[in-house]
């Protein structure tokens, strides 16, 4: 599968963005999804994982709350809604699939990835 994110962008502290990650090869449908983050001169982190049925999503501690994964099988597509963005959300956002159908979605040792989307959240 090949992943496009897209949406990212410059916001105030206080608002809201929502990414997308479509796949352009392949259908998701079977695999987990998840949302990662890489701030400058950090460690790529995760963010956020949804189950392939969509019926478990786990969020890190930092973003629960705020952000919401979601994912729309029949048009290829997952999203991630970022609400109460804050300067410490600053990072170049990556979307990831796991070849993975337990209901338990993973956090860590995705397959794909796409090409990242820049978040800046200015103060």
């Known amino acids: 599968v090949q992943l496009q994110a897209s949406g990212g962008g410059l916001v105030q502290a206080g608002g809201s963005l929502r990414l997308s990650c479509a796949a352009t090869r392949g259908n998701i449908g079977n695999y987990a999804m998840g949302w990662f983050r890489q701030a400058p001169g950090k460690e790529r982190e995760f963010v956020a994982t949804i189950s392939w049925t969509a019926g478990t999503n786990y969020y890190a501690d930092s973003v629960k709350g705020r952000f919401a994964i979601s994912r729309d099988n029949a048009k290829n597509i997952m999203y991630l809604q970022m609400n109460g963005l804050r300067p410490e959300d600053t990072a170049v956002y990556y979307c990831?699939?796991?070849?993975?159908?337990?209901?338990?979605?993973?956090?860590?040792?995705?397959?794909?990835w796409g090409q990242g989307t820049l978040v800046t959240v200015s103060s």
């Open positions: 990831a699939a796991k070849n993975y159908r337990a209901e338990a979605p993973p956090i860590t040792n995705y397959d794909y």
